[in-house]
Each structure stands twice: as C-alpha cells, then as structure tokens.
C-alpha cells in the first residue's frame, strides 16, 4: 500500500512563497512519475505540474509556468512544489499523486494540502 502525504501550505499573501512537500511510503518511489493536481472550491481538480521518475523531465500547466518549479528527492522519498508569485487564484487544495507506470493516469493520491493566498 502506497501513503502519500503533503504538507508545507498555510496561508500566505498574493506575491509570496511556499513550498509543499509530499512524503511517499514505499521502497519503489523512484520508478514512478509523479504529480501535482489543485482542487479550488466549486472546481474541477486540474493538473499543476509533472515530474519524471528521475526528476529529468518537468512539465507544468501554463497558469504556473514561470511561477511554480517541481522537483524530487528520490533518496528522500519526496516530490516538492516551489510555489513563487502567489496569486489569490492559486487559492485551492493541493494533492500529489502518483502516475502508473507506462501510463497517463494517477493511482494513489495525499489527502492535500491547503493554500491560501490572500490579495
């Protein structure tokens, strides 16, 4: 049984930093790609940004290009989400969760992680 769980949001103002940490369980961490999805109130939960198993390829929606850097620390067991130039619309629960191997979709998920980014 794989346990993902994020930590590392709070509340914070529009044009500041955090960043969110997600602790994988597991001895197999470091073959999977992995990801970070947010869920705003009254929204679908949308893609954020993706990391390759070896943390070689990254790839993120545009509304954080530029913005927000994904990263992992497979000794660690860890993927973290830098989150710069905070908007109030970044406003959202934030999950990771874990691709299947070879393919386009997610497994097992955190629980999330607020952020809340005053104006």
């Known amino acids: 049984q794989v346990q993902l769980v994020e930590s590392g949001g709070g509340l914070v103002q529009a044009g500041g930093s955090l960043r969110l940490s997600c602790a994988a369980s597991?001895?197999?961490?470091?073959?999977?790609?992995m990801g970070w999805f947010r869920q705003a109130p009254g929204k679908e939960r949308e893609f954020v940004a993706g990391i390759s198993w070896s943390g070689g390829s990254t790839y993120y929606a545009d509304f954080v290009k530029g913005r927000f850097t994904i990263s992992r620390d497979n000794a660690k067991n860890t993927v973290y989400l830098q989150m710069n130039m905070l908007k109030p619309e970044d406003t959202a629960v934030y999950y990771c969760?874990?691709?299947?191997?070879?393919?386009?979709?997610?497994?097992?998920w955190g629980q999330g992680t607020q952020v809340t980014v005053s104006s």
């Open positions: 969760a874990r691709k299947v191997l070879g393919g386009t979709t997610y497994d097992y």
């Open positions: 597991g001895r197999t961490f470091s073959s999977y790609a």
